[in-house]
């Protein structure tokens, strides 16, 4: 079975310091990986994914993720961070093999930017 | 190129009523998931559709939850008899028929679904 944990349930930062969502996961063979933003009362909008390369993935309004393999983590991160910003992050994992397409989500960060 | 779609935004039902949820997936998309996402939780998984198939239902509840996606028109999710636990934000993604690598999910902006 894959699961995700996203040990911070809040992240509070001043607007213009560097930000970090933290995430790790357990997944059976190699890990597709993925960072969606919620904004209130909205869907969620795809950030980034890491499926195979390098290990700093580039993403949407500047995020990008460290994947590393030996702590089985995938965290966030952002240099300067917007009040805009601040919304619900859900990390994800999905295993590269088999069939299954199913993403499976951590239980999200509130991010809250600080002006 | 919209995106998925979703309707109604919200949904309000008495106990006991059928609640109808709707998708319509991103152009060129033939692959449907369905989330649902309990208050202050995340995701969970529940469906996932190709046109007039049915690949993977291992997150639907067994009783009064069922899913389909037609030949024409849109996925549908439909919940039968509804309790007050129903009470959730339901989401729809669509993705391409590309391989695994490739494949991102996109989200629609859900249907919440408030049960009286």
């Known amino acids: 079975a894959q699961s995700v944990a996203q040990p911070e349930d809040q992240v509070n930062v001043a607007e213009g310091n560097p930000l970090t969502v933290k995430c790790t996961y357990s997944?059976?063979?190699?890990?597709?990986l993925f960072w969606y933003v919620q904004y209130p009362n909205r869907g969620l909008q795809f950030l980034l994914k890491y499926i195979t390369g390098d290990n700093l993935v580039k993403g949407s309004y500047g995020f990008e993720a460290e994947f590393n393999k030996s702590q089985t983590s995938f965290h966030l991160k952002k240099p300067s961070a917007l009040v805009s910003d601040s919304a619900l992050y859900f990390c994800a994992v999905r295993a590269s093999s088999g069939s299954a397409r199913q993403l499976t989500f951590g239980s999200g960060t509130q991010l809250t930017v600080l002006p | 190129n919209a995106g998925v779609m979703q309707n109604p935004r919200h949904l309000v039902r008495r106990r006991g009523q059928e609640a109808r949820l709707r998708c319509s997936p991103m152009?060129?998309?033939?692959?449907v998931y369905w989330y649902r996402q309990l208050p202050e939780e995340g995701l969970k998984f529940m469906v996932y559709l190709q046109k007039e198939n049915i690949i993977d239902e291992s997150g639907m509840p067994k009783e009064r939850f069922s899913a389909e996606f037609p030949k024409e028109g849109p996925s549908i999710l439909r919940i039968q008899q509804v309790v007050r636990g129903d009470s959730a934000a339901y989401f729809c993604?669509?993705?391409?028929?590309?391989?695994?690598?490739?494949?991102?999910?996109?989200f629609g902006p859900g249907t919440r679904l408030t049960v009286l």
């Open positions: 152009k060129g998309h033939s692959h």
């Open positions: 997944v059976s063979g190699n890990p597709y």
């Open positions: 993604a669509s993705s391409t028929v590309a391989s695994p690598s490739t494949d991102t999910q996109y």
